[in-house]
């Protein structure tokens, strides 16, 4: 099983990261100091990192009302497909490796840009994109706020007709049947 939820020693991470108040939406800024944060932090995460031969790894590393913390493990054959965050924003660090981001355009060819260990970035909720492995074993650090619940997942039509499925963020994101890349 590739997914799993935060264990004990999630909690820690909060001792080291941003100060929140009760009830703070992290911002674009935030989120990319957070993931920075815990980039430079690999004894909260590196007993979590795995790679499958079966699949994408992710792990909930971090949930409470403000944020939402994932590890993912990348090989090039993983592929999130197209999606988005539903009311998100989000930001990725990435630790090992090369993870790619690729953005859709209409009637132009999607906007393709590798992320090399040591770089990250952040998105607003307004953001389209599919992530995958640039190199095998890469490593990346994920934040969303306020924490995922949905998320839209995107397929193609043979006609090129796209559709959005509403997902939850516990399922494993992949292309869809029929997905045109
Ligand atoms: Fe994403």
Redesign the pocket.
């Known amino acids: 099983m590739r997914f799993s939820e935060p264990d004990r020693g999630a909690a820690d991470l909060t001792l080291t990261t941003l100060a929140q108040t009760e009830d703070h939406i992290l911002d674009r800024r935030e989120l990319l100091a957070y993931v920075n944060e815990l980039a430079r932090t690999p004894e909260l995460w590196q007993d979590r990192v795995a790679f499958d031969t079966g699949g994408r790894h992710f792990v909930s590393i971090l949930r409470d009302h403000n944020v939402d913390v994932w590890l993912l493990c990348w090989n090039t054959v993983d592929d ?1 497909g197209w ?3 539903d009311i998100s924003s ?1 930001a ?1 660090a990435v630790v090992q490796g090369v993870v790619r981001e690729t953005t859709p355009r209409m009637a132009a060819d999607p906007i393709t840009s590798d992320f090399a260990a040591g770089t990250a970035f952040s ?1 607003g909720p307004d ?1 389209i ?3 995958a492995g640039a190199v095998d074993g890469s490593i990346s650090i ?1 934040a969303y706020s306020p924490p995922l619940w949905r ?1 839209g997942q995107y397929s193609f039509s043979r006609e090129g007709v796209m559709r959005r499925v509403s997902v939850s963020y516990a399922d494993e ?1 992949r292309p869809l049947d029929g997905v045109a890349s």
């Open positions: 999130t999606h988005d965050h989000g990725v998105f953001h994109h599919r992530m994920h998320m994101l």
